[in-house]
């Protein structure tokens, strides 16, 4: 293979790779925790954008439950989202390993 079309296919994958970016964006991942009580809504960058509590869970006695199921709410969107990620950056790489960690 060429050094030429070599270089056109790096710089294809690099326009899907920031297509597929693009399109995660703006796509929402959601997650539960304590059997719904809290919701957590992700965006394919990892951002938090929404955190709905149910009112039952909000009790002044037991503020340290309520931050644990926050916490996990939260990190499971974002898994959720880093998951979506690795599986279309598969698709856009054709499987290759890439030779860098990707920040996602």
């Known amino acids: 293979m060429d050094l030429f079309k070599m270089m056109g296919q790096v710089k294809e994958m690099q326009g899907r790779m920031a297509a597929m970016q693009e399109e995660l964006s703006n796509r929402t991942f959601s997650a539960l925790a304590g059997g719904g009580l809290v919701t957590a809504d992700v965006d394919g960058k990892m951002q938090l954008k929404r955190l709905k509590l149910d009112p039952a869970v909000v009790n002044p006695a037991d503020i340290e439950m309520l931050e644990d199921l926050v916490v996990v709410a939260v990190a499971e969107a974002q898994k959720k989202a ?15 390993d890439l030779p860098f960690k990707l920040p996602f």
Do not use: C, D, R, S
Request: charged fraction near 20%; charge should be negative; aromatic fraction near 0%.
């Open 82 to 96: 880093a998951e979506a990620m690795q599986m279309e950056m598969q698709k856009v790489t054709g499987g290759i």
